[in-house]
């Protein structure tokens, strides 16, 4: 069964660097675009970014706008999120999911993995 794998968060401080990875072991993400949300306590969850199946075409929140990179390794089958200039309103747990298309429509598919926290704190 498809199952999504997120790794990379942890504990950084404000201005530091953190890069996440999705992936589905046993499967391949090549033919999906994948997206990235976060929740945050008391908070409803958020897109944050996406990527199409080929890469080519991407899209991020305003609040991440400069400050994330969304790409993927379809040789290795893993899309990665790079944050940059980390913020405490940052801190949430960070969820990737696979989209119902090959572009980034919006719409999340059934496939989501488990989470990672990120927490950005001084």
């Known amino acids: 069964q498809l199952q999504l794998v997120e790794s990379g968060g942890g504990l950084v401080q404000p201005g530091e660097t953190l890069t996440l990875s999705c992936a589905a072991p046993?499967?391949?993400?090549?033919?999906?675009?994948i997206a990235w949300f976060r929740q945050a306590p008391g908070k409803e969850r958020e897109g944050v970014s996406c990527i199409s199946s080929s890469g080519r075409t991407t899209t991020y929140a305003d609040s991440v706008k400069g400050r994330f990179t969304i790409s993927r390794d379809n040789a290795n089958h893993t899309v990665y999120l790079q944050m940059n200039s980390l913020k405490p309103e940052d801190t949430a747990i960070y969820y990737c999911?696979?989209?119902?298309?090959?572009?980034?429509?919006?719409?999340?598919?059934?496939?989501w993995g488990q989470g990672t926290q990120v927490t950005v704190s001084s």
């Open positions: 046993g499967f391949t993400l090549d033919d999906y675009a």
């Open positions: 999911a696979i989209d119902k298309f090959y572009y980034c429509s919006g719409t999340a598919s059934d496939y």
